[in-house]
């Protein structure tokens, strides 16, 4: 029986996938039942595991068992930019499902590329060139009529999921695929761009609210335009001189220009009579976060650009809205949301039509779709019926 059968794997892939998911031995021995020394020899080929065992690790690393008995290790994707490193902040090693997410990022845009090649199509994208010399408040409204976005719509959306929609579909359509990830702690990561050629890539972060995906997608956009794609979560360390946190407060900047014209932002009438430095009501705060389909803190950061909030209050309220995120966060019922509409918030429109075209014109398998959509096939009727009326999470 497979339980006991053992695997004839090549030991260097075993330690190669563990390493790459950000599992320690000890992790992974929990996982399996089986002693820490037990991993080792897997890895050293003193020992090897059972053909249950390496299925059962394949799984909790995301590789078909096949992967195991390849000669040796695949030549891995470049090192992802990490925005968030600072010589005097050091973030934490990744963690597993951030790696994760990053790999699954890459393969899918490998996949999407090689459907592209098999349907006869050429990558198309429409990407600016920035450069940190420009202005953020007056390179905001380019990038507005780039995108097709004009301030009046803003307030006909009914929804900040139909605000977020918007702008991912604004996005994908200047050939960029956009993705979503989840069971990421968003202080580690809110979103991540591959700026490789010919198409790019942006990840946001599933956990948040979509007011703040919106933010992350555009930051991420801009990162794109300067042709430096990395990991972020944009918090900007004022006192630093480093490269990566001039890239970071720029794209910061530009991407909350786009969203909030100062212009309408200070003709608004939630700010007529209020004086420079005065603290403001918090209805206030949420009333233009509503009308700009925005988050609260980017209408906080608007407003301290343009003077008209101390830096003890942005700090203060930034802090409070960081509570009350976690306390919406913890008390919120999980929810129910069905499986092609996870697929497809996950895949985004880009990549489900491409997977769906080129299972429909034959040129990859039903087993192909539900491993590149992680979708079951019974599920394909509402997932196109979805993708068709563009709904996503």
Known sequence: MSSRVP????????????????????????HLSVAPDRVAQWENGTQKPTV?????????????LAFFYLPEPPRDFDAIHDFRRVPEFEPEPESPELLLAIRTAHDRRSIALDLMEDLEE?????????????????????IRSYLGYEATRAVQWSSFYEALNFWREAIEAKGILVLQFG??????????????????????????????RIFSLLHEFIH???????????????????????VEIFCNRVAGAVLVPLGDLLSDNNL??????????????????RRFRTSREVILRRLLISNQITQQFYEIK??????????????????????HILALSSAGSMFTDLVLRGYRQHRITGADVAD??????????PLEASLSRRTFL
């Open 7 to 30: 695997a004839l794997a090549t030991p260097a892939l075993i330690e190669w996938a563990r390493s790459k998911s950000g599992l320690s031995r000890d992790q992974v021995a929990k």
């Open 52 to 64: 249950n065992q390496l299925r059962r690790f394949g799984r909790m690393v995301r590789r078909p």
């Open 122 to 142: 050429t990558p198309d994208t429409q990407l600016p060139t920035l450069t940190l010399d420009v202005d953020p408040e007056s390179l905001s409204s380019s």
């Open 183 to 212: 069971d990421v702690n968003r202080a580690e990561a809110r979103g991540f761009s591959l700026a490789d050629p010919p198409l790019p890539v942006i990840a946001i972060n599933r956990t948040e609210w979509p007011q703040a």
């Open 224 to 246: 794109l335009t300067l042709r430096q794609g990395g990991l972020c979560n944009f918090v900007e360390r004022q006192t630093s001189r480093f490269e990566e946190q001039r």
């Open 272 to 289: 007529v009579g209020n004086r420079r430095g005065e603290d403001i009501a918090e209805p206030r705060i949420r009333d233009l976060a």
């Open 318 to 339: 930034r802090a409070e809205y960081e509570k009350d995120f976690e306390a919406e966060r913890s008390s919120a019922s999980p929810g129910f949301a069905p499986p």
């Open 372 to 381: 590149y959509l992680n979708l079951r096939l019974k599920h394909l009727g």
